[in-house]
């Protein structure tokens, strides 16, 4: 039976953070986390490295797949932009034939597969189809590994904007603006220099896609309204070895005037407490002479010693962050499936540690 959530519909969480950083495995993690605690869950990663699926265990691909999980529900599928973009062209389209031809236009392609700030763009899309689709409480979002955490956010307005009636109406308005235009700046010079093939498509590009601007401003709308919601929060992953690299501060602020709260910070890979032993009191083999087990328990102890300042310093780093968010430490595993399950106990919806 088709499950039907409250009227206020699915709460979203998006995980930022730079590249290198853990962001995908930990969006895993807490997609696992929601899904064992009862919540019907689906994950969505604009990762292009893949390293979800591989976390996950399963083959992801356009359309959610489902999770094998002893307890709950999870759903997954890995952002394929391309793909994505043209069923958008397709759904979006009045006319299937202009559909078709938007899609067999060399333009068009070169276009989407070049697009600055494509993988954003279509994330917004696939988040919005999630979002309304019926089947799920969670929607998690794995962001892009970019330098700028806040892409994701300013990708409805740079959406609006790319697919503007006032921009399009421009070149496309009277039917023939486009072909004036060229004409003017020298279509001819153009058509000598890469074909005259190539302006064609050009023209017909803007003439077939500005019939689908309509839907992909909607879909912009949509999330803006999600994101000031309340029904989204965002989580910043930090590395406790370089908390730095996160920028936790700046983000927080840019955020604050981009509308959707900072659910906490997740800060990745914390050192765990080291009991110091007392290994001087305790004798050594009787075949090692003396000398030799004193140099063994120095070494030890000192190995010892660095992990125990480590944590000491993860645990300053914790404190100093949870003064302004909330903040989950979470431990350095090696990644797996059962890392996953590991992990999901120190993230939401567990709470806060820091």
Known sequence: MRHTPAAAGPRVHVVCGVGGVGKTT?????????ARAGQRTVVITVDPARRLAEALGVVLGGEPTPVPLGEGRLDALMLDVAGTFDRTVVALSADPEQARALLANRYYRAVVDRLAGGPEYI??????RLVRDGRWDVVVVDTPPAEDALDLFRAPDRLRKVFGRSVLWALVG????VAELLTRAGARTLERLIGEGVVQDIVDFFRLVAGTTGGFRAHADSVSSLFASGRA????VADARAP???GADAF????????PPLGGILLNRVAPDVDLVDLPSIPGPTDLPEAAWREAVAAIGQVARDQAAEAARHRAVAARLSATAPVWPVPDLEPGAEALVALAAHLPPA???G
């Open 26 to 34: 930990l969006s895993a993690a807490m997609a696992l986390g929601f």
């Open 252 to 259: 927080r602020e840019a955020l604050a005037a981009l509308g």
């Open 244 to 246: 730095e690299r996160g």
């Open 233 to 236: 929060s965002t989580w910043l």
């Open 174 to 177: 009277g039917g023939s603006r």
């Open 351 to 353: 709470p806060p540690r």
């Open 123 to 128: 994330a917004l899309v696939q988040l919005d």
